[in-house]
């Protein structure tokens, strides 16, 4: 008798959970995949300091370098720039091409920006971002990101670029040779 109470109070309570949600999934709240989820602070190439969620409302296209590679990292970065070329003009002002440090010892806002402004990477879409080494590890998680510290300046890592929708939700990665025309169409077909 004792565990027919018990279910049928659980029932109650699930159904009374239930209808209070629906308002909230009228107001597209933040689902629990999204990047948006993830309460980490960063800074950005100006030292401004922001959450993810901060950057909810545009699609993201994401990949994780650090600033002083010399192999993989630079492919990477240039990965980024032809997808940013061949983004549809009206969905790039919609689109944030966010370049994460797996490297925040070095890679200080100061030599974000440096970096940023050398290949011709500063202003909109563009975004850099470093934050302490919880984070960093955290967010690579998210991702499916891969790396360790070989050497005080060297990072064996995964070569992965992934796009995020507005809510933060991923709805596409690519690993390795990328193609950027296949990846500027994913952008260019999120709302």
Known sequence: MKNLIV????AIFLFSCSEKQEPQTAK????????????SKW???DGKELQLKDLK??????VMIFTSCTTACPILVADMQKIESKI????????TMVLVSIDPENDTPEVLKAYAKQRNMDGEPWLFLRSDKESVRELA???AVKYKKISPIVFSHSNIISVFNKNGEMVSQVEGTVKS???AQTVNGLN
Request: aromatic residues 6%; charged residues 30%; proline residues 0%.
């Open 141 to 143: 998680n998210v991702l």
């Open 57 to 62: 409302g545009k699609n993201l296209v994401v």
């Open 181 to 183: 025309e296949e990846v």
């Open 7 to 10: 279910a049928l109070f659980s």
């Open 88 to 95: 549809d003009k009206n969905k790039l002002k919609e689109t």
């Open 43 to 45: 800074q950005n190439q």
């Open 28 to 39: 597209k709240e933040t689902s629990a995949g999204s990047i948006f989820m993830l309460d």
